[in-house]
């Protein structure tokens, strides 16, 4: 990180907006809050799961059917599904101080495709962990891997916001970004597949259901 990011001063911690309630937003709201960084707040649509999140956070809730003034944040972290990315991106961007950076946390393309036409620095910051459960990420964020790719100034930005957590960043090639999702995929959701269809195995060999996964943990 560098004195010459945009709208950033030399020494001051980066004041970051979460955009996205579920437990990946949720976290990283909390974790960057206990960690000392300034949360604007965390966005959500529906009101009950906007205060929930905030709540567990720590941080303020921002709740609307669209997206509130976001100039009071030079970070914008967008923690919503792939699904629903490139619309939100467009919102938030229509919203956003011209100076602030977009991160997104999918690491399922690159920030480019997803915010390049947006006019703003940009990159990805990508926990390489499982998020299911917001309350005990938040205890172990600080021991995550976060796959970081972008322009120079967003990938600065996300590398000053993984520091904050205490984690490491691993520079990937944002040309690469389909290999580096499969390789994810592959040491996550092919675990589960290959534990099932153990078990199922197991089962059919005539060890009670309810204790084949047991039996199988210690191999694994």
């Known amino acids: 990180q560098t004195a010459k990011e945009k709208g950033k001063s030399p020494g ?3 004041v970051v907006a979460v955009i996205g309630a579920g437990p990946v937003g949720n976290a990283l709201a909390g974790a960057l809050a206990r960690a000392g960084v300034p949360v604007l ?3 959500a649509r529906r009101p009950p799961a906007a205060r929930r999140a905030a ?3 720590g941080v303020p809730a921002l709740v609307g059917p669209a997206l509130p003034d976001l100039g009071g944040a030079d970070t914008i ?7 629903a990315l490139a619309a939100v991106a467009s919102q938030v961007a229509a919203v956003a101080a011209p100076g602030a950076v977009l991160l997104k946390c999918s ?6 495709e997803v915010f390049g036409l947006l006019a703003h620095e940009h990159a990805t910051l990508h926990p390489l962990c499982a998020i299911a459960d917001a309350a005990s990420a938040l205890e172990t964020l600080g021991e995550t891997l976060f796959g970081v790719e972008g322009t120079a100034i967003g990938k600065a930005r996300a590398r000053t916001l993984v520091a904050a957590l205490g984690a ?4 990937v090639d944002s040309q690469t970004m389909p290999l580096y999702h499969a390789a994810a995929t592959i040491a996550s959701n092919y675990l589960v597949a290959l534990a099932s269809a153990a078990k199922t ?3 059919r060999s005539g060890v009670p ?9 210690p191999l694994m």
């Open 55 to 57: 709540a567990l956070a």
């Open 41 to 43: 707040g965390l966005f």
């Open 201 to 203: 195995a197991l089962a």
């Open 77 to 83: 972290l967008v923690a919503v599904g792939d699904d």
């Open 168 to 171: 490491r960043a691993l520079d």
């Open 107 to 112: 690491g399922a393309t690159s920030s480019h």
């Open 209 to 217: 259901d309810k204790n084949a996964l047991a039996a199988l943990v």
């Open 12 to 14: 001051r911690p980066p």
